[in-house]
Nanobody, 122 residues
Framework: QVQLVESGGGLVQAGGSLRLSCAAS????????MGWFRQAPGKEREFVAA????????YYVDSVKGRFTISRDNAKNTVYLQMNSLTPENTAVYYC???????????????WGQGTQITVSS
């Protein structure tokens, strides 16, 4: 079992930045690919970013490339999402996710956190 707890959400004005954190517990955090998804009001949940267990490979949805950065610190069992140049369109509940496969995580992760609300004001 893997447990995921997100933090760092909140209210920010357009153009601002936030960093989300996801603390993981379990026997083999280091062996899991990690990622972030989001769900905006009236929209389906969508993939945002993923990172390989080694931290050597990352993948982003086109809409956040150049603005969002995913990283991980295996010593702290934590994955991060740095979000810069935020816009109201980024308002959503953001979910941390984990999976044993980098490719599978992008489509349908096995483990999910409870989510954290990000609200970007105009």
């Amino acid at each position: 079992q893997v447990q995921l707890v997100e933090s760092g959400g909140g209210l920010v004005q357009a153009g601002g930045s936030l960093r989300l954190s996801c603390a993981a517990s379990g026997r083999s955090f280091r062996n899991y690919a990690m990622g972030w998804f989001r769900q905006a009001p009236g929209k389906e949940r969508e993939f945002v970013a993923a990172i390989h267990w080694s931290g050597g490979s990352t993948y982003y949805v086109d809409s956040v490339k150049g603005r969002f950065t995913i990283s991980r610190d295996n010593a702290k069992n934590t994955v991060y999402l740095q979000m810069n140049s935020l816009t109201p369109e980024n308002t959503a509940v953001y979910y941390c996710a984990a999976d044993g496969s980098y490719n599978t995580l992008v489509r349908a992760p096995v483990y999910w956190g409870q989510g954290t609300q990000i609200t970007v004001s105009s």
